[in-house]
């Protein structure tokens, strides 16, 4: 075995993948390119509703996997194909290695399989003296390459023409064209004669079909309709997780599937096998055929409440192709041999601890995945449970168990952070350590300017700058979160003005403290409770229409985690608690009127960019609100191609990762400054910090502010 | 519906004709192979077409020595450089998506579509159903029988895995050629 990777080795793997000029372009061209095939795709579908279909198909028949996998079995004896269950990796091997030998084969074909990639059956069998040949034009690429797949539908995605070229020529000792067509047609030839030499083909399986014994598979290249045909014996390899009752349920996912995938209706071919056909060169004229099913830890998974969700995976890859940090880093910093973000997820199921320990980190838990996720995954929540196990498995760090203390008590936690103001004084003018939010002290960090902890936070100008609004036509309370509190009071006070504006009756509870996100994706999860019952405590006591926050990522915390988290004593407070809470531009919407309609606020027609922070647009679904604020105001809303896409700030993310969060957040500014924008607004202060960050530390002539700070 | 099966399969790079008889289909198949270069070293050109009856056989044959075509109906496996052209017939063709239903239990079928250079497909208009879901129970029937092998095509075989650049025919035909039938030459399963 070889020894498990270091956090430093896989950081400096990384770091090499970002100084991939070819890398960085390719993938950048392929996450541009795929939103619009997607989107073309699904024209007229709805896409959620067969989102909710293929994940309730999914999520039953993981449940009854055993009954149809006992169906199967039953017709599959009818069918003459001769079933398998391989509880392990090895197991799966073994049973592959002795159909091999009993039948006599010693050259083999295959097309694409994830589960034999999961399982390394390649290597295996090699071991063994087979010779194994991969029939897709990407497998076949990275097999040669001695390499696994860096996506699981493009598995040589992340090779030039150039490299292919000098490959083939190797491969066939003579020197070949750089020349894509080319190149396709020498791959066409060298392998035509493999399918006609090889004794058993190996495929995987698409779908496995309990009533008829069916199993489908789809390609674009057509091997895998070779690979069933000309060799003598066929092996198929799937998940218990691929089994589904009967066709129709294979119709539907995959009418999805390929839409999703690569942005196709469908693909080339789609080939049902029920049981060995006629093959002429076999014994008695048919195929000799097996199907090897591989439970590797699904059928334990299966039983999970939280988990079981990862079996319903259909392996379109789509989580990868919206990944900011798959588009940044490619697949082989993305995963172990799944790839994306299920990957992530799926790696410490399948490959154990020490092949997820450092790439679970690798996510800034954007939610772009499961925006996309066919099968309706909510991946980020289970990226953050995988690494919740990993942090209870190996111990929490240091920072998070203090963290943890700190925050039991709100007095200490705010005494702390008036102290950090005056500690930090040497520093401030340009960086300084916050520390409540982990930043390091590196060279790393050094791609954006850090802002300082402020001397008086905002709860100590509250009673001065409250607008006094004499007949209030609605009343609210603040929440301000601490970066706001104690680092950008500026927002809060820039939105007095709107908030007079709208007749509002402001107050601020003194004793609201941390939402408790920080501390929940530290895997501290017993602080973020004492937290929440803190605040719900905070806030109960007063006659309030609303709860406006100006932090996207307080709003979805307060929404969403807070009554999970606040549990069954204080079930009723929390969710009276978390109705109310409303970000700041959707308050200011639900309030508008005549007044709000003063265009002279921007009448210099400042071209106006819009950041949505992850929390905003994905974790509320808001979008519309921010950019028709602004517009009322008068400023001229530019729409830019990047306007969803994560900052890379995430909170910790950036910190373990820095040299993936300045390149995400590079892109960014760069999609910003060409829209000609004169200001780039958002509305999280986290999202500011890094966005200001960076085009202050970039020199660019684009100031970047809270919503509110354009509205005043 | 055949309009909406056309032009789904020509997105997809097929070619759509409409012939008026077998007489044109055969004429097609001659012009089609006499114009491509031969994919076997010793420049004999092929056709294989295992499903045609045996009348339609022998007319597709006169054309063929005319043209110096061998024309072949099974042991299409002794092809391993593959064949010029093989001709087969669908079952069904699906409209939404531009995809043919072949039942493709038979070797010698198979490979017809699978290791010729040109692909071409004979279908009658009758068959087109809407969507996959609208022939359920069809479906059902083909695949439910045991040993049976039933293939969806939709376009040529194609690839993106270099550079994400479109190629077609890295494994199996290099173009696909639906020809559309609007009267019936065969009846019931294929002959």
């Known amino acids: 075995m070889a020894r498990p990777e270091t956090i430093k080795q896989y950081r400096k793997r990384v770091q090499e993948a970002l100084e991939n000029p070819f890398l960085r372009q390719a993938m950048d061209n392929f996450a541009v390119a795929y939103r619009t095939g997607r989107a073309n795709a699904f024209k007229g579908l709805d896409v959620q509703d067969h989102v909710r279909k293929v994940a309730d198909i999914k999520q039953s028949c993981i449940k009854q996997w055993r009954r149809l996998f006992e169906q199967f079995k039953e017709k599959a004896l009818e069918n003459n194909i001769h079933v398998h269950l391989a509880d392990t990796a090895e197991d799966a091997c073994r049973i592959i290695e002795s159909i091999a030998a009993d039948s006599g084969s010693k050259k083999i074909v295959k097309s694409k399989s994830m589960t034999a990639e999961e399982i390394h059956l390649n290597a295996w069998l090699e071991k063994e003296g087979l010779e194994v040949t991969e029939t897709d034009l990407g497998e076949w690429i990275v097999q040669l390459r001695k390499e696994g797949p860096s996506h699981m539908v493009m598995p040589a995605i992340h090779l030039s023409r150039n490299q292919v070229a000098d490959l083939f020529s190797d491969v066939t000792g003579k020197k070949q064209e750089v020349d894509i067509d080319q190149l396709v047609k020498v791959a066409r030839k060298e392998l ?4 006609f030499q090889a004794d058993m083909g190996i495929t995987g399986a698409n779908f496995v079909i309990a009533d008829t014994g069916t199993i489908g598979i789809t390609t674009n290249e057509g091997n895998a309709r070779l690979v069933t045909t000309l060799p003598g014996v066929h092996v198929a390899v799937a998940g218990i997780d691929k089994l589904l009752p009967s066709i129709s349920e294979a119709l539907f996912i995959n009418r999805v599937l390929p839409k999703n995938a690569t ?32 439970d590797n830890g699904r059928s334990k998974l299966a039983g999970d409440d939280v988990f079981s969700q ?36 799926t790696t410490y199921f399948f490959h154990g601890i020490e092949n997820a320990r450092h790439i679970a980190k690798n996510c800034t838990g954007c939610g772009a995945c499961k925006e996309v996720c066919a099968a309706g995954i909510d991946l980020p929540e289970l990226i953050k449970g995988v690494q919740d196990k990993i942090r209870d498995r190996d111990g929490h760090p240091v920072k998070g168990m203090l963290l943890k203390q700190v925050l039991k008590n709100r007095r200490m936690f705010h005494g702390l952070l008036r102290s950090a103001s005056i500690a930090q004084k040497p520093f401030s003018k ?23 902890v402020v001397s008086r936070p905002f709860r100590d100008r509250f009673e001065k700058i409250v607008p006094a609004v004499e007949s209030p036509t609605v009343k609210i309370a603040l929440f301000s979160g601490c970066l706001q509190d104690f680092v950008y009071p500026e927002h809060l006070e820039a939105a007095m003005a709107s908030f007079e504006r709208a007749g509002a009756d402001v107050k601020f509870p003194m004793d609201q403290t941390c939402c408790g996100l920080p501390a929940l994706m530290m895997g501290e999860g017993e602080a973020a409770r004492s937290v929440a019952v803190q605040n719900i405590m905070a806030f109960k006591e007063l006659d309030l229409d609303y709860i406006v926050t100006l932090c996207a990522s307080c709003a979805s915390h307060l929404t969403h985690k807070v009554p999970k988290l606040a549990g069954e004593r204080f079930k009723e407070e929390a969710l009276a608690f978390s109705e109310k809470v409303i970000p700041y531009s959707v308050f200011l919407d639900r309030m508008s009127d005549e007044a709000e309609y003063d265009v002279s606020a921007g009448q210099t027609g400042q071209k106006v960019a819009w950041h949505a922070p992850c929390h905003l647009i994905r974790g509320l679904g808001i979008s519309r609100e921010p950019k028709d604020v602004i517009s009322r105001r008068g400023f001229r809303y530019v729409a830019t191609c990047e306007e969803e ?38 509305e999280c202060p986290g999202c500011v910090l890094q966005l200001r960050g960076g085009a202050v530390r970039q020199g660019l002539d684009i100031r970047v502010l809270h919503v509110s700070e354009v509205l005043s | 519906m055949v309009n909406r099966f056309t032009t789904m399969a020509e997105q997809v790079s097929a070619f759509v004709s409409f012939p ?6 055969f004429e097609k198949c001659i012009t089609l192979c006499t114009q491509k270069k031969p994919c076997s070293r010793d420049g004999q050109k092929t056709i294989a077409s295992p499903d045609l009856a045996s009348d339609h056989m022998a007319e597709l044959n006169n054309l063929c020595l005319k043209n110096g075509i061998e024309l072949v109906r099974e042991n299409i496996r002794q092809y391993e450089q593959g064949v010029d052209l093989g001709i087969t017939l669908a079952d069904f063709a699906i409209a939404e998506t531009g995809t043919l239903v072949i039942n493709s239990d038979g070797e010698d079928r198979r490979l017809a579509s699978m290791v010729s250079d040109l692909h071409v497909v004979l279908m009658h208009e009758k068959d087109i159903r809407e969507s996959a879901f609208d022939m359920e129970d069809d479906l059902k029937q083909m695949t439910g029988r045991s040993g049976s092998y039933t293939a969806f095509i939709t376009g040529a075989s194609r690839t993106a895995d270099i550079e994400r650049v479109l190629a077609l025919g890295v494994h199996g035909p290099l173009e696909l050629h639906i020809m559309i039938l609007r009267e019936e030459i065969w009846h019931g399963p294929k002959p």
């Not at chain 1, 049902?272 to 048919?286: D, F, L, N, Q, R």
């Not at chain 1, 192709?321 to 880093?329: D, G, I, K």
């Open chain 2, 20 to 25: 008026a008889d077998l007489e044109q289909v």
């Open chain 1, 310 to 345: 990862a079996l319903s995976c259909i392996r379109c890859g789509a989580c990868a192709n919206v990944c900011p940090v798959y588009r940044m880093v490619g697949g082989h910093r993305m995963g172990h041999v799944y790839i994306g973000a299920i990957g992530l997820i």
């Open chain 1, 263 to 294: 942005g196709q209706q469908i693909t080339s071919y789609v080939t049902w096998i029920t049981g060995p056909s006629e093959c002429t060169v076999a014994e008695g004229g048919k195929r000799e055929m097996h199907m090897v099913f591989l």
């Open chain 1, 645 to 682: 896409t994560c900052c890379g700030l995430a909170g910790s993310y950036s910190v373990d990762f820095p040299l993936v969060s300045k390149e995400i957040l590079a892109k960014k500014l760069a999609d910003v400054e060409q829209s000609g924008a004169d200001i780039l607004a958002t």
């Open chain 1, 192 to 195: 035509r004669e493999k399918y």
């Open chain 1, 430 to 452: 340009d960086a300084f350590l916050h520390r409540h939010l982990p930043m390091i002290f590196s060279k790393e960090q050094d791609f954006r300017a850090i802002p300082a």
